[in-house]
Structure formats: structure tokens, C-alpha cells
């Protein structure tokens, strides 16, 4: 069975300071890794993926994420965020069969002027 | 702009009401979803469709119904609901590939009375 964990429920962080949400999951078979954002009153948006190749994922609006095989994370990082990038963040797996996409329980992460 | 649409964006209905939500995409997707999402909760899998037949169900309460009329179209018929039913239904869709991601509408926002 597949579980993801995403470690703080909040992050509160200083405009244009680094910050990292970090995610961990479990499954005992390869899986494809994403992140997602959820601003106020919307559905939820892809910021990136991992598939294969490469462990280091470019996604949209300057975040990045790391796929460690080893510690089973795939942790989320922006350089410098923006009062924008308020919002809800979910880390997600999936499987090679099936359409169940299993997410984290999320991490809110706020941005102080 | 959202490639999925969902109406209506808001919903309030009593426990006898018999109502609808609707979403619809023209990305060419096979594959649809609905999703529920409590409050300050991840999103739940409730149904998903595959080539307009129902690939997953969820364990959902028979007072929600799903239907895929074609491939662009995905109804939930609600009848009975109860107020713990209240939460932000959301629908999705994606490609039939193995890591394919999620595309959500905005989703409806239901209140039970």
C-alpha cells in the first residue's frame, strides 16, 4: 500500500526568504511523485512531477523538487517566495496501475510581508 | 483559466432535494474523476470513469450517483444527502498513461441544510 506524509501542516516564511516542504512516502513498488497547489476557493493545480530520469523536477512558478529514492522523499523548494504562493500544497503518488492518486494531508504554507 | 469546468459553483440544498453538479472537458481525456474535500482536508477519491465506464468506486454512499454520458461529460446526481455530505466537490481528468497527472476543475461548493 501506498502512504504519503508531508511532515508540517504549516509553514509560515518572510517574503523572498527560501523555503522547503518536505513529503515522504511509502510503497513497496515504483511510483510517480507530484506536487500540487490549491489557492482559496479553486481546485487544485500541478506544480510538478516525477517520473523518471533526472532527480532534480523543475515545476512552474520557480519551484523545485528532489526525488530521493533512498529516503523515500521528494521534497518541495522555492529560492525566494512571493506573498502569492499562499497556499495550500499537496504532495501526491501514484502507481503504474490504477487511477488512484494518493495525496498527503497538505501544508499551508503563508507568506509574511 | 481552469481546462475544466464544473457547475454549478455553488450549491445549497435540503436533505429531500434531488440536484446535480456537472463538469466538462475538451482536452480529450479518457479518464474522469470526482474527488470530495473537507475542509483544511486532502481531496478523497470517490469515483473514477474510464472511457465512460465506471472503473472505480470508492465505497460512496448510494445517495451519490455518477454518470458518464460521453467522453467529455460527468454528472453527480445527489438525492438525500445528509449534512456531513457538505464539502467542495471536485472533478478531474487525465490521460490514460501511467503517471499522467490530475487536472481539476474549481470545483462546487455543496451545502447540505
Known amino acids: 500500500a501506498q502512504s504519503v506524509t508531508q511532515l508540517d501542516s504549516q509553514v509560515p516564511v518572510f517574503e523572498e526568504a527560501p523555503v522547503e516542504l518536505r513529503c515522504n512516502y511509502s510503497s513497496s513498488v515504483s511510483v510517480y511523485l507530484f506536487w500540487y497547489v490549491q489557492y482559496p476557493n479553486q481546485g487544485l493545480q500541478l506544480l510538478l512531477k516525477y517520473l523518471s530520469g533526472s532527480t532534480l523536477v523543475k515545476g512552474i512558478n520557480g519551484f523545485e523538487a528532489e526525488f530521493n529514492k533512498s529516503q523515500t522523499s521528494f521534497h518541495l523548494r522555492k529560492p525566494s517566495v512571493h506573498i502569492s504562493d499562499t497556499a495550500e500544497y499537496f504532495c501526491?503518488?501514484?502507481?503504474?496501475?490504477?487511477?488512484?492518486?494518493?495525496f498527503g494531508a497538505g501544508t499551508r504554507l503563508f507568506v509574511k510581508a | 483559466d481552469t481546462e475544466v469546468t464544473q457547475t454549478p459553483k455553488h450549491l445549497v440544498m435540503g436533505m429531500t432535494n434531488k440536484k446535480s453538479l456537472k463538469c466538462e472537458q475538451h482536452m480529450g481525456h479518457r479518464a474522469m474523476y470526482w474527488y470530495k474535500q473537507k475542509a483544511k482536508k486532502p481531496p478523497e477519491l470517490m469515483f473514477v470513469y474510464s472511457y465512460e465506464k465506471l472503473s472505480i468506486n470508492e465505497s460512496v454512499p448510494s445517495r451519490f450517483s455518477p454518470e458518464c454520458p460521453n467522453s467529455s461529460l460527468l454528472n453527480l446526481h445527489l438525492h438525500a444527502l445528509q449534512p456531513e455530505d457538505s464539502a467542495l466537490y471536485l472533478c478531474a481528468s487525465s490521460v490514460r498513461d501511467p503517471g499522467s497527472p490530475l487536472h481539476f476543475g474549481n470545483g462546487t461548493r455543496l451545502t447540505v441544510t
Open positions: 501526491a503518488v501514484s502507481q503504474d496501475r490504477g487511477f488512484k492518486t494518493i
